[in-house]
Structure formats: C-alpha cells, structure tokens
C-alpha cells in the first residue's frame, strides 16, 4: 500500500511537472516566433537558421545545484574526526558535471514523463556503469527517492526532480553527491573527490586525483547521458560540461584510489577547470569510446607534458585494462559500444 501510494503522487507529480513544462516551451515558442516574425518584417531579416548553445541558462542551472550542494555540506554539525575534516573539505573541493539534451537547433527539450525515464535510466546504469553507487541514481524508498521540486534560478521559475539531498543522517562511503534533472532537459550532478576520502585515509598531505576516478567520473556521466539521449524524443544533440574546483596543487596518480603511484609530479596550477564538449546523438551513440576520450583528455590535459601526453595514455588498450581491474573490484562498469543494451535502444 505504501509502495502504491508513493507511486501515484510520483505518477501526479510526473503529470504537473509535464504539463507546465510543455506550456511554458509552447509559450516560449510562440512569443519567440512571433518576435522574429515581427523583426523580419520590418527590418528585412530572414529568420535565424540555428542557435548556439545557450551556455548562459546551462551555467546558471548548473551553478544552481552546485551552491545547494554547497549548503547542505556546511549545515552539518562538524566534529574532530578525519571524516569531518573530510567532509568539511567538500565544499571548497568537488566537481559540477552534467549535459543537456538539445534539439536539432540547439533548443531546449522539454523532460516529459521524468520519473519514468530517471527509474528506467538507473536501472540501465546498474549494468554498465555502477560502483556500488551511480549517478543520478533513483532509490526506491520513499524517504531518499527522487521528488518534483521547483526552484527560482537566474530570475525565472525552473521545475525538475531533485536526487537525495546530503544529510547528517546519511551513510557517508567516501563520497557525497547531489543530483537535479531540470524539466528543459539539463542534468546536474555535483559531488566530491573520493581520493580526497582515500588521502586522509592515508594520513597524507599531498593533494591529488586519479587517472582511474577521472575515468570513472566521466563514464558515469556519459553512460548516462548515451542513455537518456537514446529515450528522448528529438534529442539531437548533447552538451557536456563539468566544472572542477579545489585543483591547485593536485598531482596526477596511476592508482585506483591511492595516488601512489604517479603519471606526472607536475601539480595543477589553477583552483578551477571547467571544460564543454557538444556531440551530436549519432557521435555519441555510435563513438561512445571516441566520445569518452574527448571528455576525458581535457581535464587531463592540466597535467600534460613532463612525460605524460593524455591523448597518448588515452588508448582501447588502457581503458580495456582498467574496466578489467575495476570489473574484478567488483564493479559493474562496460563501455556502451560493446554490445551493450543502449546499442538496442538506438531507431
């Protein structure tokens, strides 16, 4: 009875969510329409063939969940413990990662039926891309399971579903992370290092991040977005974005965790990095490897030169190499051009 009853105020909120998001596109649509029209007439232009990127709403959605996350890291109540010190290091030290599904025109598309597609998108994660834990995960108690929530953001009402928020109550494995799926079709997920978890661990001073957790970071985000891509209709193509803070002086470790060992001594320079890769649905879909290397090689690109060339490291080979390592940790992670189930999905 419980399960039914959380079911329909879903299914109710999956509705309200749908119907005010296509009123707003189609109200958007025509406003935007009937002012071209009008320019064109009177000022001789033809009408716009394409857009760019609307990289302007993208950065302040993403911004938007970042400083969420931000907050609820420093509501809690901090002690003395190497857990609190960690986690009190969250809010200066974590990544904002997402991709928005666009249109052919590089036009926002409107998230229909949410719930549905988030459930179905994490079940498809469980296979290729989990952990122990995934992004944009849906659990299904009531308490922690995803809800339609409305937010006022860049000066305009904006509504979504948000993932669990990050409590004091929460079971912390290392990581935190927090997750919204706006209803135009943008999806965010800010979480922290876990070698920031394993550095304390280890009593170590020195800062770094991994080859492998880069990897695994940006698989998570580009398997979910191959799958969602493949479910919405009139996703042609797909803006990828993440924004890294608390890099500066970080090395660069070979290690699954441990930072050990190193593939360059070189420490970033900068605090911030942010990266955005536009691919169309076919690239993505039908390049998933060449797709995850164009993600991948930027970022590690602040630790290129001095014997480490990342388009080089970047190979089948080595990637081959650490799914197998990571398969027999007990992960479940395949690349999506390996006879996965997303290469069903595709018309």
Not at 31 to 44: F, H, P, Q, R, Y
Not at 145 to 172: C, H, N, Q
Not at 233 to 258: C, M, Q, S, V
Request: aromatic fraction near 10%.
């Amino acid at each position: 009875m419980r399960f039914r009853d959380v079911e329909a105020v879903q299914t109710r909120e999956e509705d309200d969510l749908t119907r005010t998001q296509a009123m707003t596109k189609a109200i958007t649509e025509s406003v935007t329409a009937s002012v071209l029209k009008i320019l064109a007439e009177n000022m001789g232009l033809a009408p716009a063939a394409g857009q760019d990127v609307d990289w302007t709403t993208i950065a302040a959605l993403t911004e938007g969940a970042r400083q969420e996350f931000v907050r609820q890291i420093n509501a809690f109540d901090f002690g003395t413990t190497e857990t609190d010190q960690q986690v009190r290091e969250i809010a200066d030290k974590h990544v904002a990662a997402g991709y928005a599904l666009l249109g052919a025109e590089s036009n926002f598309l409107t998230l229909e039926r949410p719930h549905r597609l988030l459930r179905e998108a994490s079940e498809e994660m469980d296979k290729v891309a989990s952990f122990g834990w995934h992004d944009f995960i849906v659990l299904t108690n009531s308490d922690v399971s995803p809800r339609t929530r409305l937010w006022f953001i860049d000066g305009k009402d904006i509504t979504g579903v948000e993932g669990m928020r990050v409590d004091a109550k929460t079971i912390y494995f290392g990581e935190y992370d927090y997750w919204r799926a706006y209803g135009n079709s943008v999806f965010v997920t800010t979480k922290s290092y876990r070698e920031d978890y394993q550095r304390l661990r280890m009593h170590s001073e020195q800062l770094f991040l991994t080859s492998v957790n880069i990897f695994i970071r940006m698989h998570c985000l580009l398997a979910h977005a191959a799958i969602m891509a493949a479910k919405v209709a009139g996703a042609e193509k797909i803006a990828l974005f993440t924004d890294h803070r608390g890099l500066k002086d970080r090395i660069l470790g070979k290690g699954l965790d441990y930072g050990l060992r190193v593939h360059t001594h070189l420490k970033a320079v900068e605090n911030r990095y942010f990266t955005r890769l536009v691919v169309t649905r076919s690239e993505l879909l039908e390049d998933y490897l060449g797709t995850l290397k164009r993600l991948c090689v930027p970022i590690l690109e602040v630790w290129g030169g001095s014997y480490f060339d990342p388009d080089e490291w970047f190979t089948r080979d080595n990637i081959d190499q650490i799914v197998s390592v990571l398969q027999k940790e007990g992960s479940t992670v395949r690349l999506l051009d390996q006879g996965v189930s997303i290469r069903e999905q595709l018309p």
